[in-house]
Every structure is written in C-alpha cells, then in structure tokens.
C-alpha cells in the first residue's frame, strides 16, 4: 500500500498588539484609504518588546498539539519556516523543539520567505514519506516588523507578525487524503525585486527588506497561477473540486485575481489579510486555522495552497484536510 501524509491538526498564535492603518499614518506618510485600497489591509499584529519568532512559534504549537489530541512526545520532526529566526544559529526550530519538551523530535529551520510554508510542508512531507518518522509539527513563524525600515512606506505598511502550525501524519490507508501534490520553484534571477539588505556573510547586521512592488506583483500573478495549475494537474483533480483557496496573505488584489482565474467562487477562499497583513511563512498556516476554527475547512475538504516570496521563490500545494 502506498504511504501518504495526512494533515491531521492546526493551530495559531497572533501577538497581542495591533497596529492600525491610522496608527500607521501618525508617524508614516500614508493613509487608511490608500493601504485598504492598494492592498486590502486594514490592520497587522506586532510582537511586544522582548517577544520572539520562537514565542509565537511556540504558542502556534502548542495550541496545534491540543487541537489535534497529541503531546509533544508524539511529534518526530519540526520544520520551522521562518525568515526572522531568534538568532543567526542555533535553529529557532531547536528553541521551540526544547520550550515544548519535544526531544523525540530533530528540529531545523527552512528560509524560503513568504513561500517558507510550502516549502516546509514539502519537506517535512519527504522526511515522513522516507520513514523518518511518522509525526511532524511544521511551523511558519515570523516577527517580520523586525526587518521593517518604518521610514519606508512602500514596504512598512504591507507586513504584520504571527505564527501558524500544522501536524503531519504518515498514514498507509490514506484513501486520498492528506497532502496530494505539491511543487517548488525558485529563480534567483529576480533576487533585486525583493530581498533584505543586510545578514550575516554580507554586512554582518540583519538589514531591512525592500521591494519593487509592482514588479512583484507582475510575478505573483503569473507564477501563482502555473503553480497551481502544476499542483492540479499532479493531483488529477479540477480545479472545481477545491473546496477552499487558502493563499499566501499579500494583497488582496493577488488573492482575488488567483480566486477568478481558478474560477472559484468568491466565498471559497480564506482571506485574513485584512487583519494580518502580509505575515510571510505564517500567513498560510494562520488563514488555514481561522478557517477551521470558524469550522469553514472540515475534514474531508480539498484545500489549495499558493505562496511566493523573495528568491524569488513560490510553489502550491493541495491537500484533503483531516482523517479518512
Ligand atoms: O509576500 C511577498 C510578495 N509581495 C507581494 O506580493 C507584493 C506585491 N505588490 C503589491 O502588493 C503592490 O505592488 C503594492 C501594494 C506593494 C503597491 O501597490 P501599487 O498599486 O503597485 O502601488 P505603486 O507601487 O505603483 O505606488 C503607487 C503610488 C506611488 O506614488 P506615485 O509615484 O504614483 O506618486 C507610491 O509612492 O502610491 C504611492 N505609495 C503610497 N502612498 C500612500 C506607495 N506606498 C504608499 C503608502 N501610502 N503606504
């Protein structure tokens, strides 16, 4: 019988602190109308002073683990997709994997930016497919207004911070659950259309990410919509059979632009930008748990994940959530 890996739980964690769009415009040039207009953003959470990637990551888990029944002695492998780790090493993965007590667990970050989701997932999905175990917590964490210049208002106003997880299970009856094809791409060539300008090997400092927007916007688009085709076509279902689009969270006119050229109606895909703003690796996995939360996404349902991100990197997956 063939081995596939079921998504058997989620879980989520926002920063206590919100900052409007008017907060914003008091000390940025910018206003409510433009960001809601441009972008359909309307607010983004921030991490308090001495609150870290690891924190958010930690509560995602824990609330991921009680949703799914399951202790920390049950998990086999955390991948941590983050672009904002608490330190340069040891991986923010390792921190999280010892504050849960999770130490039948190995532990390792994936930095593939606003794609980190996908990615992770992916692999996370090999390793239990090659028999590295048979449980994995996978983790999107960000405090990405860490790496905001706060001068800069075509880039500050887009992000907010969080965390988001899911758990991953092998399973040799799956009965075409769990995740149903995924794929990856990167083209480093657009490396300057989004990217931050510091680390470690270049100017020894973490730097601050800056963005031609409209140039990115042109790649989401396009690469989005061959991602998921890919995706659909590996899966050999339609795209009418998704029952929920869940997106990477960037602007609303992506999301709603990917919504008519799948065809789905308009209240098929989850949107929180509006109130997370654009939260890099965790804006998937926070979308995925408001909607089972809200008991939109049940076991059973055909989702659809799309990301991209700075690389440029981006990839989709399709997943039937829950347990046969
Ligand atoms: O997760 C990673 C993937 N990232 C993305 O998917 C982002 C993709 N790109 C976008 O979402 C959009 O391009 C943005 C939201 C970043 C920008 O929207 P846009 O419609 O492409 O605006 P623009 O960059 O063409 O700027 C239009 C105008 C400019 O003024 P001028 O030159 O026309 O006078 C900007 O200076 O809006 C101005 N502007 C602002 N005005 C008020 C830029 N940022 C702001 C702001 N508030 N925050």
Known sequence: MNKSVLMVGSGAYLPEKILTNDDLATFVDTDDGWIK???????????????????????????????????????????????????TFPATAAQV????????????????????????LTVAESLLLANKGRRALVIGAESFSKLLDWEDRTTCVLFGDGAGAVILEASDDAQNYGILSSALYTDGRHRDILYVDGGPSKTGSVGHVRMKGQDV??????????????????????????????????????????????????????RTVSEHANTSAASIPLALNQAVSDGRVKSGHLLAFEAIGGGLSWGAALVRYGRP
């Open 97 to 120: 994997q010892n504050r849960l007590g999770a130490y039948n667990a190995f532990a390792f970050d994936v930095q593939a930016v606003c794609a980190g989701f996908v990615y992770a």
């Open 217 to 270: 916007f042109r790649h989401a688009v396009e690469k989005l919509a061959s991602s998921m085709y890919a995706v659909i076509e590996q899966a050999g279902v339609s795209e009418t059979e998704i029952d929920w689009l869940i997106p990477h969270q960037a602007n609303l006119r992506i999301i709603d632009g990917m919504q008519k050229k799948l065809g789905l109606p308009a209240d098929r895909v989850v």
């Open 37 to 87: 207009q441009r972008t359909g953003i309307a607010q983004r959470h921030i991490v308090a002073d001495g609150e870290l990637t690891s924190d958010l990551a930690y509560n995602a888990a824990i609330n991921a683990l009680e949703n799914a029944n399951m202790t920390a002695d049950d998990i086999d492998v955390i991948v941590l997709a983050t672009t904002t780790p608490d330190d």
